[in-house]
């Protein structure tokens, strides 16, 4: 758990509906500084969907969110200023270097002119892609494509970083190597990361605070120890966590759409 109490993440209420279907049903948490927050559960549950709320790419149904003290909704050029998004679909463009990737994104963000060589040497040695700064993106592997979406992300430093499935479509190495590198920057900054997945090892081993959705609802919250706790002894584990309070195992959630994009994305990362 962290020490820092300071909320800097906070969701009232908050309900997102396409036409009769409901994605997001009344949801309230809050996320504080510094922490690594991970919003669980299977495809469909509204992971997604909430996170695109409050990157202010999907405006709310009903409800409130505001990240960094700026709302969502009425406030959306500040929330975009202090945040970094990493969505699910690919980001890096295959015919740029990786250098030149971040050099894009330099500019998107207007860093200042004489910064921008410097902070993308920083973010290459940070995500250890230094040695292949200068290879076109489509020759990396997909571990190493997301580690320079997490570059680009972060290349302007802002508070909060977002997560949308960040190992989706990547073999168990591939995987293990971008957890190392989101564990680095939970030790080495202040940033605090919120993410979404469906692997609960990823939540367990990243995570200092968890919510677990299911049917657009967060039906249980707390530190992954916290939620073991509550169902049984030492040796629960955050799979049988997922089970008790949705009655599901993760395999079993997801749309044909939800599937038919979480390959699209593995084959474009293979």
């Not at 367990?204 to 677990?212: K, V």
């Not at 079993?252 to 474009?268: K, N, P």
Request: proline share 4%; net charge neutral; hydrophobic share 40%.
């Amino acid at each position: 758990m962290q020490e820092n109490r300071t909320p800097i993440i906070e969701v009232s209420d908050l309900v997102k509906r396409f036409g009769d279907n409901t994605a997001v049903d009344h949801v309230s948490f809050v996320v504080n500084e510094g922490e690594v927050f991970g919003l669980l559960g299977p495809n469909g549950a509204g992971k997604s969907t909430i996170i695109k709320m409050l990157t202010t790419l999907l405006p709310p149904t009903s409800g409130r969110a505001s990240v960094a003290g700026f709302d969502v909704a009425q406030q959306q050029m500040a929330v975009r200023r202090c945040i970094g998004y990493v969505p699910q679909a690919l980001s890096a463009d295959g015919n740029l270097t990786g250098y030149e990737n971040l050099l894009v994104f330099a500019k998107l963000y207007d860093l200042p002119r004489a910064e921008r060589a410097e902070k993308v040497r920083r973010a290459l040695v940070f995500t250890g892609l230094q040695e292949v700064a200068d290879k076109l993106v489509r020759t990396y592997s997909g571990g190493m494509i997301r580690r320079l979406e997490v570059a680009q992300a972060m290349l302007h430093q802002p508070q909060v970083l977002f997560l949308d499935e960040p190992t989706v479509g990547l073999d168990p190495v591939a995987r293990k190597a971008v957890w190392e590198h989101l564990g680095n920057l939970r030790t080495q900054t202040s940033m605090t990361i919120f993410l979404t997945t469906h692997y609960m090892e990823e939540a367990d081993s990243l995570c200092n605070r968890i919510a677990i959705m299911h049917l657009g609802k967060i039906v249980a919250q707390g530190a992954p120890e916290e939620l073991k706790a509550s169902i049984g002894g030492p040796d629960v584990t955050l799979d049988a966590v997922f089970t008790h309070y949705t009655g599901n195992t993760l395999e079993s959630g997801g749309s044909y759409r939800e599937t038919a994009r979480t390959r699209r994305t593995a084959r474009r990362l293979g």
